[in-house]
């Protein structure tokens, strides 16, 4: 691998993090708004 | 399938490989053949990550998995997020800083090299067999419905993968997959919109949605703290956690595929990708199984899925038997058939559980005719849906799609399983100081030497439940062990490599015996193993290895 990476996408890594977890918060949100919804 | 189907499935599977071979034509440095001189971009990688774990067992029992049971398999996904992000903060920076080509090195760096053949012989033993299992599954449904010989049907998938993947190493196995996976979407998707389409055209999506719903089928989140049930979103968030989190950071066929990313960002984006791209693509595939469930409220299904064993035991004298199971069959089907839009959702999932019960019996007599199969007949339910009511050339294409599935998991597989032996044991204790060229050609063989033994296992399997939890059972009993090696590693400084190797050892025997005598959730042995590793470990350094932390 190579050690000079470009900057991240986000501006730093946790900011890519928190972005990927709140993603799948609203993936399990609407998950559950489906469960709820049809069963 | 007809001649059409025969061309489509051909070219599909030859095409692929053929292209990673072009692509990747000439000599290479163990570097290159190892890393696939990590010029690979995230979207790749992703991709690659993806199929990697995206095996055949994904494609064939996940449908039939919610056919049976309903989506909340989905569950099994939820700690995934976690384990990756936790994956790209602490794993990859620290062997991309090492520059290691297999997980276990680091092991053999932070505490001494027994601990580090131990980890990549638990490896090695786990991955040997899911390999076996990897092949050996969808060959087993396939040779039935399509009357293929088992061991040809093995050889072929396994073979060709075998040939590819020994050749090329790291960068084909990342091309090939590539375009797998993209195979594999368009197969899914295409199956998706036809058992939708196939439905009453006078049933909304809504109404089907509903109707699924009432049936049962469509419980994504159950928030039940019973341990005895197998999905639910603890199990999922925390077992799942502890898996994903062996798998990705642990286990060298995933290692192998983000260390061959062009730089950090790329093997950071690539794992991200994963982590929101999961749960969703999992949705849609279980998604899709209870569609082909909805379908079969409307069109009669079969009494039991693996007609060939089914036919085995008429021909066996139990011919009246089955036929009056038939007959039963047919008059509770007619009544949910005229029930199923009027219906209270009690009434119908009584009506099911009669179904269900005359296919439980269905089983029995097949078992009792020695006709019983070796895989669950919730398998069969989407490549019987595939082959029965798909048209001609899609039939072609999902029969690659699955032998797709099964040749990016079994090359990721044998190129990490060749890599770990020729790297962490060939290497060091047989061959040190030999030539560049001579690794690679001694990591190529052993990768023939893996694929001989994942066919070898292929062929004398007998599996003994649903396909897809066989392989993830398997994972579950050694990856708690496995993590905790690496999470000591990371986190207990104190602790040296006598105390956590001895207490990896423990573990997993503990996690054995506890396989053996409860009947708990297997997602929980990943926790288990995973903190007996990190208990015993610290007790055995503080008390047995004291003396040789002072000395």
Known sequence: ?39 | MNRLDYVVLIATILAIPLYGLWRTRGRETLGHYLKGDQSIRWGTIGLSVLATQAGPITFLSMPGQAYESGIGFIQNYFGQPFALITVCAIFVPIFQRLKVYTAYEYLGQRFDQKTRLLGAFLFLIQRGLAAGITIYAPAIILSALLGWHLNLTIWLAGGLVIAYTAFGGTKIVSITQRYQILIIFIGMALAFGIAVHRLPANLSFGNTLSLAGKMGKLQAVDFSLNPDKRYTFWSGIFGGFFLALSYFGADQSQVQRYLAGASVTASRFGLLFNAVVKVPMQFLILLLGAMIFLFYQFEKPPIYFNQPAYERAVALEHGSELTQLQSEFDEVFARKRAALISASSDELLKLDAEARSIRDQTKTILERAGASPKSNDADYVFITFVLQHLPHGMVGLLIAVIFCATMSATAATLNALGSATAVDFYRPLIRPNAPDHHYVVATQLLTIAWGLVAIGVATFANLVENLIQAGNILGSIFYGSILGLFLVAFFLRSVRGSAVFFAALLAQMLVLVLFWTLSISYLWYNLIGCVAVLLFSVILQRTVFLEAVGA
């Open chain 1, 1 to 39: 691998m190579i050690s000079n990476d470009p900057p991240p996408l986000f501006g730093s890594w946790r900011r890519a993090y928190c972005f990927a977890l709140g993603v799948f918060a609203i993936e399990i949100a609407l998950l559950y708004v489906f469960t709820v919804r049809f069963s």
